[in-house]
């Protein structure tokens, strides 16, 4: 039997428990860091002799390094969506949550549904991901400065406000620009964008967003799980024949794919020829406006996938 290791990850520390090849259990607590890092790994070579499977929660961005330090360490690692864990604990019957025991439920879902194995990004698709969240933050502060600003009262605290705009907006300006150059520096990334530039509906920012973000979209099983894995997927409540809820989205995923989205499956239901009959269709059923909207950006992730999979541009006849 190969050991497993079920990893609770948390914003300061992490909750482990291994099961190991003879089936005992031993449970343990360290720091997120790299002094934690290198501890875990000294454990598990005093309480395993062979392969290590680790499973964790893609909780935040929380569990990155951790799981990137243990991949260069030579062990198995698999990240899973935080609903599969849940919806696991709950066919488990537990009614019980701590940490220690969600790291439990962790290692025995690693045992008994042997989820794939995590693939890293390259150092270049990390320094990507750098930079576009660095530049989301910026434009968060910069909307919360703006909006002090607009209920300022106070001159002193008025030229303040400006002067620290001023430096946010330079910021933004220089991350914009290293964009621009990294990508001249990755032509295998810079074609990537292009190809998702095709798509009708989708900008340079959002394909630089979904490079990011979803760094292997093209490696991922098929076009659901990419949409699973960014949560714009239905989530249905029906039972007999009393009891109907209207659907909504999911929202299990990657927040930040859900909001790069948004407008652009706007702009993809006016003039993008696949998804506006898509949109037309859902319509005339007489489908809600939220619901059409969702189906749109659902579609738009699927195209994408699609586009880089085959390493073909977005062919606009493709529907006919």
Same mark, same amino acid.
């Given at each position: 039997?190969? =050991?497993?290791l079920?990893?609770?990850?948390?914003?300061?520390?992490?909750?482990?428990?291994?099961?190991?090849?003879?089936?005992?259990?031993?449970?343990?607590?360290?720091?997120?860091?790299?002094?934690?890092?290198?501890?875990?790994? &000294?454990?598990?070579?005093?309480?395993?002799? *062979?392969?290590?499977?680790?499973?964790?929660?893609?909780? #935040?961005?929380?569990?990155?390094?951790?799981?990137?330090?243990?991949?260069? =360490?030579?062990?198995e690692?698999?990240?899973?969506?935080?609903?599969?864990?849940?919806?696991?604990?709950?066919?488990?019957?537990?009614r019980?949550?701590?940490?220690?025991?969600?790291?439990?439920?962790?290692?025995?879902?690693?045992?008994?549904?042997?989820?794939?194995?995590?693939?890293? %990004? /390259?150092?270049?698709? @990390?320094?990507?991901?750098?930079?576009? @969240?660095?530049?989301?933050?910026?434009?968060?502060?910069?909307?919360?400065?703006?909006? @002090?600003?607009?209920?300022?009262?106070? %001159?002193?605290?008025?030229? #303040?406000?400006?002067?620290?705009?001023?430096?946010?907006?330079?910021?933004?300006?220089?991350?914009q620009?290293?964009?621009?150059?990294?990508?001249?520096?990755?032509?295998?990334?810079?074609?990537? !964008?292009?190809?998702?530039?095709?798509?009708?509906?989708? *900008?340079?920012?959002?394909?630089?967003?979904?490079?990011?973000?979803?760094?292997?979209?093209?490696?991922?099983?098929?076009? &659901?799980?990419?949409?699973?894995?960014?949560?714009?997927?239905? /989530?249905?409540?029906?039972?007999?024949?009393?009891? !109907? @809820?209207?659907?909504?989205? /999911?929202?299990?995923?990657?927040?930040?794919?859900?909001?790069?989205?948004?407008?652009?499956?706007?702009? =993809?239901?006016?003039?993008?020829?696949?998804? !506006?009959?898509?949109?037309?269709?859902?319509e005339?059923? *007489?489908? %809600?406006? &939220?619901?059409?909207?969702?189906?749109?950006? !659902?579609?738009?992730?699927h195209? =994408?996938?699609?586009?880089?999979?085959?390493?073909?541009?977005?062919?606009?006849?493709?529907?006919?």
């Amino acid at each position: 039997m190969k =050991a497993v290791l079920g990893v609770d990850v948390a914003k300061e520390k992490f909750d482990v428990e291994l099961v190991d090849e003879q089936g005992e259990k031993e449970r343990n607590e360290l720091i997120n860091k790299t002094s934690g890092f290198k501890r875990l790994d &000294k454990w598990l070579k005093r309480h395993t002799t *062979g392969t290590v499977h680790i499973c964790m929660e893609s909780t #935040s961005i929380y569990w990155e390094e951790l799981a990137e330090y243990m991949h260069e =360490a030579g062990y198995e690692v698999s990240v899973v969506n935080p609903a599969r864990i849940k919806g696991y604990a709950m066919s488990q019957m537990r009614r019980s949550k701590t940490d220690p025991i969600d790291a439990a439920v962790i290692a025995d879902f690693c045992r008994t549904q042997e989820p794939k194995l995590w693939v890293p %990004p /390259s150092p270049e698709q @990390r320094k990507l991901r750098a930079l576009v @969240r660095h530049l989301e933050a910026l434009k968060k502060s910069r909307t919360q400065q703006l909006n @002090r600003l607009e209920t300022c009262r106070d %001159p002193e605290v008025e030229a #303040s406000l400006k002067t620290v705009l001023k430096a946010i907006e330079s910021e933004m300006e220089q991350i914009q620009k290293r964009l621009e150059t990294f990508f001249d520096e990755h032509p295998d990334l810079k074609e990537k !964008r292009a190809l998702l530039e095709s798509i009708k509906g989708i *900008g340079e920012k959002t394909a630089t967003h979904l490079l990011a973000e979803m760094y292997d979209l093209e490696h991922y099983e098929n076009a &659901k799980a990419v949409a699973a894995d960014a949560g714009i997927t239905a /989530s249905e409540f029906s039972s007999g024949k009393s009891v !109907r @809820r209207r659907p909504k989205m /999911s929202r299990m995923g990657k927040a930040a794919i859900r909001g790069a989205m948004y407008f652009p499956a706007l702009t =993809a239901i006016r003039h993008n020829p696949l998804v !506006r009959q898509l949109a037309q269709r859902l319509e005339a059923k *007489g489908k %809600p406006k &939220k619901v059409i909207q969702v189906a749109a950006m !659902r579609k738009l992730i699927h195209i =994408a996938y699609g586009v880089l999979k085959n390493q073909q541009p977005f062919d606009p006849a493709y529907a006919a």
